[in-house]
């Protein structure tokens, strides 16, 4: 199992809970993204640089992902290719994707799209609370937990 990071729109807080994580328990993790970014030095952790455009990033991820690995990202669209895989997508506010949920989020997104589209201001989600940033961690490790050896 692998770890892989859509990390242009990940949090910064939410990274530093994966970098602690992959250190922690020796998963392979992989960022991908189209901007250059730091990460610790470590076995575990690498980065991959794409070119810049849409779904540049989330193609990548899922030309190289396996069935079984975890993929953090907040992309429903990208979560939903990622569960037809026979992988796992968790969000950084902690949420597992399952076949159960995926088709409702999707919904939802399409049609807050079309309101934007329509001219109607939705506003933008919440900012990462405390609460959230230790539901993503309490996730994560429950994943991590019952996912590795």
């Not at 396996?66 to 950084?92: F, K, M, Q, S």
Request: proline share 7%; glycine share 6%.
């Amino acid at each position: 199992m692998k770890i892989w990071v859509d990390a242009d729109a990940c949090p910064v807080v939410i990274k530093d809970i994966l970098f602690r994580a992959a250190e922690r328990t020796r998963v392979e993790m992989t960022l991908v993204a189209n901007q250059p970014m730091r990460i610790p030095r470590s076995p575990w952790i690498t980065f991959l640089q794409v070119a810049a455009g849409p779904d540049v990033a989330d193609d990548e991820i899922i030309k190289r992902l396996n069935p079984g690995d975890l993929v953090i990202t907040g992309d429903i669209p990208l979560a939903a290719r990622v569960i037809e895989r026979g992988a796992h997508a968790l969000n950084p506010r902690g949420e597992l994707y399952t076949t159960e949920n995926i088709n409702s989020r999707l919904s939802m997104r399409d049609f807050m799209d079309t309101l934007r589209a329509s001219g109607i201001d939705t506003g933008g989600p919440p900012a990462l609370s405390k609460q959230d940033r230790q539901t993503f961690a309490n996730s994560l490790d429950r994943f991590l937990t019952g996912h590795t050896d």
